[in-house]
């Protein structure tokens, strides 16, 4: 167990290295940000002034190890755009990206689970078709136009929600939430479920192929021999295992919502770290730009070694191989 554990440490540590170079050198090429935060009539003296106060002046290796050891002591630098430590920044945007993860993991399980074994269980059933269809339609509509179409129900037509924004929100500490508040809750809604329908839609299909399978195995026909409880052999047996292929699946997916909720939060205006990261691109804010890609390389790396440390506490098999 100890060598799997340190092995994955060192495979999370060159990634994230890789990680560090391909974002420091990627964002140098994405413009010049003397160029944007120079005044309409400065002069090339300003110009190459503000170059070296950026430090943009020194060769290429010495900037990345520069980079590297301000980010291993927890400096991400400072934002070109709003002059302000990058840390802070995420500091202050994580909350409303979090909170927006959490409510569309919750929803996608609340409403995916079921809905996967009412598919399972009535396959030719209507609601299982029509439940089908309408996760094609779903899962091939890109998220900008879901969102845009639930505002113009629900917050322009209807008026029943905000279109846009967090709502009111209580600080508790260094976090702030709108769970506490009618209209945090209420703000929470729409690009909840924006955000929640592509991954709803995969664990209803994840849900509905694995109970499928399991229904089909050598157990279960001996469990319906034994004359068990039909609730108890699919609700017991069959979904307990079912389930397990949904749970990884879940946690890889948070890291991608986290990752991709860019779409979702620029629509509906957000102040999550999305939000932050097109704002940092429109301004060629690389100290921003960069520190996203770290955060949202480490976020991976931390899953999928959580997940592997896991896998070998519950399988001996991997245990053994990598002894």
């Known amino acids: 167990m100890f060598k799997v554990l340190i092995s994955r440490l060192g495979q999370a540590a060159l990634v994230m290295l890789v990680v560090s170079a391909v974002s420091f050198v990627m964002f140098r090429y994405v413009g010049d940000p003397v160029a944007t935060m120079s005044r309409e009539n400065a002069s090339v003296e300003e110009k190459a002034e503000l170059r070296r106060s950026l430090g943009l002046d020194q060769p290429l290796v010495v900037q990345y190890g520069r980079f590297l050891g301000r980010t291993l002591s927890g400096d991400l630098g400072i934002s070109y755009r709003n002059q302000r430590p990058v840390t802070q920044l995420i500091a202050e945007r994580l909350p409303a990206t979090l909170e927006l993860v959490l409510v569309a993991t919750v929803l996608s399980l609340a409403l995916g689970i079921p809905l996967g074994v009412l598919c399972a269980l009535r396959p030719n059933g209507v609601a299982a078709r029509l439940v089908q269809a309408l996760s094609l339609i779903g899962i091939s509509t890109p998220t900008f136009v879901t969102g845009i179409v639930l505002i113009l129900v629900f917050a322009v037509s209807l008026g029943w929600l905000p279109s846009f924004g967090r709502g009111q929100v209580v600080d508790l500490g260094w976090w702030s939430t709108g769970f506490l508040t009618a209209s945090g ?139």
């Open 185 to 323: 809750l209420k703000s929470l809604l729409l690009p909840g479920i924006t955000l929640a329908l592509y991954q709803l839609t995969l664990i209803m299909r994840l849900v509905r192929a694995e109970m499928i399978d399991v229904l089909s195995s050598d157990y279960i026909r001996f469990a319906k021999a034994r004359g068990l409880p039909t609730r108890y052999i699919h609700f017991r047996l069959a979904l307990r295992n079912a389930l397990m292929p949904v749970i990884t699946v879940t946690g890889l997916q948070i890291g991608s919502l986290i990752a991709f909720a860019i779409v979702t939060e620029t629509v509906f205006q957000w102040p999550g770290m999305g939000l932050l990261f097109i704002q940092a691109v429109s301004f060629v804010d690389i100290p921003v730009m960069a520190a996203y890609l770290l955060f949202v390389g480490l976020l991976f790396v931390l899953i999928n070694a959580v997940v592997d440390i896991l896998y070998a506490v519950v399988d001996p098999r991997l245990r053994a191989r990598s002894a």
